[in-house]
């Protein structure tokens, strides 16, 4: 039978790893929003093949190109306004969706979040939109409002990705594990990252992260 002190130390070792894993997600959570606006601008070279003969979608195309342009002259201002343009042409396919999700990681690079998670929840509920950018724009809106939103209101929104078999599933169980750890269930967050970390299927880095949260929280 535990003594009281005992009680308290467990609580005490409970709340050290819970605050080192939440250090551990500041560290890695970046590395997550890099990824997954990488995959947008590698998909853009498979919509280019795909809708090549469209003559529209060759003007959209060069409009698109200058606003990546402009990203990385650091101009922001000049970039939103090229997509813009190219999202006037057709929000819910090719270039017009790439355009959106450039916006929205403008604006919450700019500090804008609730602007960025409207345009993400926009393309998430477009059934215009292809489901594989549908679900990218739904992890990207929850790494926009990991800080603001109700923990348990977007593990919600997020369970059927991570039950899943899309592209986008380990993303989805990463961010979940982090949400159960906010929310207090180190029991749960465990569980997540270990599933993680045990699933050869995962990409490599998501494994490494995984591996460090779960060995964090201890056994």
Not at 33 to 42: S, W
Not at 163 to 172: L, Q
């Amino acid at each position: 039978m535990s003594s009281p002190l005992d009680s308290l130390i467990e609580e005490v070792d409970e709340d050290l790893r819970r605050d080192r894993a939440v250090a551990l997600f500041r560290r890695f959570g970046p590395h997550l929003i890099a990824l997954a606006l990488g995959v947008i601008i590698a998909v853009a070279a498979v919509i280019m093949w795909r809708q090549y003969k469209s003559e529209r979608e060759m003007a959209r195309s060069t409009t698109y190109a200058a606003a990546l342009d402009a990203i990385n002259r650091g101009n922001p201002e000049e970039a939103s306004q090229l997509l813009g343009q190219v999202t006037a042409g057709g929000a819910s396919s090719g270039y017009g969706v790439l355009a959106r999700l450039q916006d929205g990681a403008l604006k919450a690079k700019g500090g804008d979040t609730g602007g960025a998670a409207a345009i993400y929840d926009g393309i998430a509920t477009d059934t215009g939109v292809d489901p594989l950018f549908r679900d990218l724009a739904q992890v990207l809106s929850a790494l926009t409002t990991f800080d603001t939103a109700d923990p348990a209101q977007l593990a919600g929104r997020l369970q059927p990705l991570a039950e899943g078999n899309g592209p986008w599933r380990f993303s989805a169980k990463e961010i979940s594990g982090h949400l159960a750890l906010k929310a207090g269930d180190t029991a749960r967050a465990k569980t997540l990252f270990a599933q993680i970390a045990d699933d050869p299927r995962a990409p490599e880095e998501a494994r490494s992260r995984a591996a460090a949260m779960a060995s964090t929280l201890g056994n």
